[in-house]
């Protein structure tokens, strides 16, 4: 548990120097320089630590146990904002709302308690950049799962996202208060704090907050990467919520794929009739889970739609899963208004319970699925990023009816400072170094390449067997790979032993045994950059490395 929560803690202050914290800087530094009280940051954040804890695990349920609309408490925080914003630009507008709105007027200005609502109300508006940890903590929300250990990791979430916010507030206070044209022109630098949270809220109420982060490259997100998508914080988060539900395989081994099951509403279909996927056997269908305030899913659609206009008339249909972070992306008209405004014209199906989302035991936003004309789970990436590779398996499930070029849209992913996920079947295979084609589904002979393999390319020696997901070895079966991390790790299966060797050196022998899972392969102090190979007993499974 303790592991858990230091993942959730350094998942929250990388949200808090991510783009996605840009749009309630101002209303911090405007919030905190107005008042020379040293304990008014600390009031402001620990509003924000409540309030978006509070929000992000009961703020649905308790808005639906009322029968109030779901984006209730974000409309009341923006209007509180703006009355904030009115009362610092006029003394006379503070003076009016005083009585009747006490709480809301400048006398917040300059208390601990009121710094406390202004907090709250910035909690009510933060949208974070998601990971695993908050998706996880969000889907159990979601389905009434809240248990102390949920609110525990939603707190410490809450709490590293609320520390680089707070150094962040005491900064401006005090360079503020010690800049001397603040001081003989307090009642200037006021009115200038109210234009600035006036004009923040405004650009949060019609969503010019996210035009804008979504503008700014996603600097944090391979540092997100590495702390939320390590093989441990995978294994923490799946002991949060469980296992999820078993994805049925098809006699061949591949996993068909869950139905759409649980949706409240439909969108983009005729008549906004539902979809199945037995009725759209015969197509490639992309299934992707997203949330319209999500930075990560919006930066990905320029993608989807170009794929949407290139390919639906050779036979891809895509699929929008639409499962909410926040209790105001589950009204169906802002979900409605959103799909307008993002000009995304393919099905959109809103998953408010999260029954589809578990079904395929998804556990990020975005994340892709790829179904082939059979039914069946082809591809699966999580993230952003890999759009050429997605687009490649999306041609090759097409086959022959796809007439038009590949699509141009630039990738503004940032790169990854490790080696990506490499995945060693062939249908997710990438910078493969053999001369040698893969010979698909039968037994081969490979031969390493004579000359240097360049950065994360991966080549094949000796007899393999390479199927979609897996290979399985041969004799004299060895695998080269030029990484680059802190940490190796490779899901094995089988029965026997594997010898690796990182730039020639032995490094270690793993013994295999049993059904698939993650073995470590080597661990470093720091960043190393090695050329790994791996010789494995015949009849031994290698499915995909992963890197920390």
């Given at each position: ?116 609502v202004v907090g709250l109300s910035v909690g009510l508006v933060f949208v974070p950049c998601a990971g695993p940890v908050l998706a996880a903590v969000t889907a159990l929300a979601a389905s ?405």
């Amino acid at each position: 548990m303790l592991v858990l929560l230091g993942i959730a803690f350094l998942a929250g202050v990388i949200t808090a120097i991510s783009p996605c914290v840009l749009p309630v800087l101002p209303i911090l530094l405007a919030g905190s320089a107005t008042s020379t009280n040293r304990r008014r940051p600390y009031a402001i954040v620990a509003g924000l630590v409540v309030s978006f804890t509070t929000f992000t695990l009961a703020g649905a349920a308790l808005l639906s146990a009322l029968g109030l609309p779901e984006d209730l408490l974000r409309d009341i925080a923006i209007v509180a904002l703006v009355i904030l914003a009115a009362s610092l630009l006029s003394q006379r507008v503070a003076w009016i709302l005083e009585r009747p709105f006490l709480f809301l007027t400048r006398r917040r200005v300059g208390q601990d308690s009121n710094g406390f609502v202004v907090g709250l109300s910035v909690g009510l508006v933060f949208v974070p950049c998601a990971g695993p940890v908050l998706a996880a903590v969000t889907a159990l929300a979601a389905s009434g799962e809240i248990t102390f250990r949920i609110v525990l990791v939603t707190g410490a979430y809450a709490i590293g996202a609320a520390i680089p916010m707070l150094a962040i507030a005491i900064g401006g206070q005090r360079l503020g208060s010690g800049m001397r044209i603040v001081r003989t022109h307090a009642g200037a630098a006021r009115k200038a704090a109210g234009i600035v949270v006036g004009a923040t809220a405004l650009a949060i109420a019609f969503g010019a907050d996210q035009r804008f982060t979504t503008a700014v490259p996603g600097y944090t997100e391979a540092l997100q990467s590495r702390i939320e998508q390590s093989s441990r914080a995978r294994e923490e988060i799946e002991k949060l919520g469980g296992a999820g539900e078993a994805v049925a395989a098809t006699p061949g081994g591949i996993p068909k794929a869950p139905d759409f099951r649980g949706i409240k509403l439909w969108l983009n279909t005729p008549g906004e009739k539902p979809l199945s996927l037995p009725e759209l056997r015969g197509r490639v269908v992309l299934v992707d889970f997203w949330t319209y305030s999500c930075i990560n899913c919006l930066r990905t659609l320029p993608h989807l739609k170009a794929w949407d206009r290139a390919y639906r008339k050779a036979g891809l249909t895509i699929v929008g899963v639409h499962s909410p972070e926040f209790a105001f992306e589950r009204v169906p008209d802002n979900v409605r208004s959103a799909v307008d405004r993002l000009g995304v014209r393919y099905p959109v199906a809103l998953d408010n319970d999260f029954a589809t989302w578990r079904a395929y035991s998804n556990d990020y936003w975005p994340s892709k699925y790829l179904i082939d004309k059979a039914g069946r789970i082809r591809y699966e990436h999580y993230g952003e990023g890999a759009y050429g590779e997605t687009e490649n398996v999306i041609r090759r499930l097409l086959g022959e009816r796809v007439k038009a070029l590949p699509t141009s849209v630039a990738d503004r992913t940032p790169s990854d400072v490790t080696t990506r996920e490499t995945y060693l079947g062939y249908a997710r295979i990438e910078n493969f170094a053999n001369s040698r084609p893969i010979a698909f589904d039968t037994e081969a002979q490979y031969r390493l390449p004579k000359r240097g393999l360049g950065p994360d390319q991966i080549a094949y020696g000796g007899r393999w067997t390479v199927e979609p997901s897996r290979i399985v070895a041969g004799r004299g079966a060895r695998l080269r790979l030029n990484f680059q991390a802190n940490d190796v790790f490779l899901v094995l299966a089988g029965s026997g032993r594997v010898q690796a060797l990182v730039d020639g050196r032995p490094v270690r022998a793993i013994r295999v045994a049993g059904t698939p899972r993650l073995y470590t392969i080597a661990r470093y102090p720091k960043l190393t950059r090695g050329l790994l190979e791996l010789r494995f007993d015949p009849g031994l499974e290698g499915y995909a490395f992963t890197f920390g």
